[in-house]
């Protein structure tokens, strides 16, 4: 069973109005439920809000699979846990899974948001970033700041670590890392794919994409709306590939104005 934030929203969730239907938030590789937190504490005013720890994240399970269908199979499960329908809202690698889920079990699915991915093969790859986190000494480190002495050589930007270094839990003298690094090692070319043959989601779509970034395109816009034909695209100028970390305020207004 994954690892959960929830926020009950008004009323604890209870009514049939539009807001009484939950948000299901799905981080992206290497995050957590926590990167949500606040923004997910925010929505909470308005509905039932519920950030997920994906597999082999966080304080969820670790399993071999880290597949799409499998991480929609694990969304299916959380949404079942709450009504059997959500809005549902991913990013990056979450947004993949959460285009997966749509795909298969289009009934569980009011609204779907996805911020800065597109359903294709990206030719870059994260493989040197698990890398450097496998070949941090947890034996030499005492503190985060430890850590973080040992990524600079393989990870220049300090912002990129420290986001890295949120998954490190520092506990009972001894540091771990809150990923399945093997298991995320032997998939990466899975998470940098997209599954063949996923059915189109037929509902209410937005994907929010960086105007910066690199991951969404106008050349790869044809993909998003041949899996997403009812897609609305906002671009948010200036932003890059984690618009919610770069401008909360702004990318929870426009999550606000979908949402509504």
Same mark, same amino acid.
């Given at each position: 069973?994954?690892?959960?934030?929830?926020?009950?929203? $008004? =009323?604890?969730?209870?009514?049939?109005?539009?807001?009484?239907? $939950?948000?299901?938030?799905?981080?992206?590789? +290497?995050?957590?439920? %926590?990167?949500?937190?606040?923004?997910?504490?925010?929505?909470? @005013?308005?509905?039932?809000?519920?950030?997920? @720890?994906?597999?082999?994240?966080?304080?969820?399970?670790?399993?071999?699979?880290?597949?799409?269908?499998?991480? #929609?199979?694990?969304?299916?499960?959380?949404?079942?846990? +709450?009504?059997?329908?959500?809005?549902?809202?991913?990013?990056?690698?979450?947004?993949?899974?959460?285009?997966?889920?749509?795909?298969?079990?289009? @009934?569980?699915?009011?609204?779907?948001?996805?911020?800065?991915?597109?359903?294709?093969?990206?030719?870059?790859?994260?493989? $040197?970033?698990? #890398?450097?986190?496998?070949?941090? @000494?947890?034996?030499?480190? =005492?503190?985060?700041?430890?850590?973080?002495?040992?990524?600079?050589?393989?990870?220049?930007?300090?912002?990129? %670590?420290?986001f890295l270094l949120q998954s490190l839990a520092?506990?009972?003298?001894?540091?771990?890392?809150?990923?399945? /690094?093997?298991?995320l090692a032997g998939q990466i070319p899975l998470?940098?794919?997209?599954?063949?043959?996923?059915?189109?989601?037929?509902?209410?779509?937005?994907?929010?994409?960086?105007?910066?970034?690199?991951?969404?395109?106008? #050349?790869?816009? $044809?993909?998003?709306?041949? /899996? /997403?034909? %009812?897609?609305?695209?906002?671009?948010?100028?200036?932003?890059?590939?984690?618009?919610?970390?770069?401008?909360?305020?702004? +990318?929870?207004?426009?999550?606000?104005?979908?949402?509504?």
């Amino acid at each position: 069973m994954l690892n959960l934030l929830e926020y009950p929203g $008004p =009323g604890g969730g209870t009514g049939a109005g539009p807001g009484a239907v $939950p948000l299901v938030i799905a981080h992206g590789l +290497f995050g957590s439920a %926590r990167n949500w937190n606040v923004i997910a504490k925010r929505l909470g @005013d308005a509905r039932p809000v519920v950030a997920v @720890d994906m597999r082999n994240h966080g304080d969820s399970p670790w399993s071999d699979d880290h597949s799409y269908p499998a991480m #929609a199979e694990d969304l299916a499960g959380v949404i079942d846990r +709450f009504g059997g329908v959500a809005d549902v809202l991913g990013h990056s690698m979450g947004g993949k899974a959460a285009m997966v889920l749509a795909g298969q079990a289009p @009934d569980r699915v009011r609204r779907l948001i996805v911020a800065d991915i597109a359903p294709v093969a990206y030719a870059h790859s994260q493989a $040197p970033m698990v #890398a450097a986190m496998q070949a941090v @000494d947890l034996g030499r480190v =005492g503190r985060r700041s430890d850590a973080d002495a040992q990524l600079k050589p393989h990870v220049e930007e300090p912002a990129l %670590r420290a986001f890295l270094l949120q998954s490190l839990a520092i506990e009972n003298g001894g540091a771990r890392w809150k990923l399945n /690094l093997a298991a995320l090692a032997g998939q990466i070319p899975l998470i940098m794919g997209f599954p063949a043959n996923v059915r189109p989601f037929e509902g209410p779509a937005a994907l929010l994409r960086g105007g910066a970034s690199d991951y969404v395109g106008d #050349a790869r816009l $044809p993909a998003v709306r041949a /899996l /997403l034909p %009812r897609v609305e695209v906002v671009t948010l100028d200036g932003l890059g590939h984690w618009p919610h970390a770069e401008d909360p305020r702004g +990318f929870e207004a426009e999550l606000r104005r979908i949402l509504d």
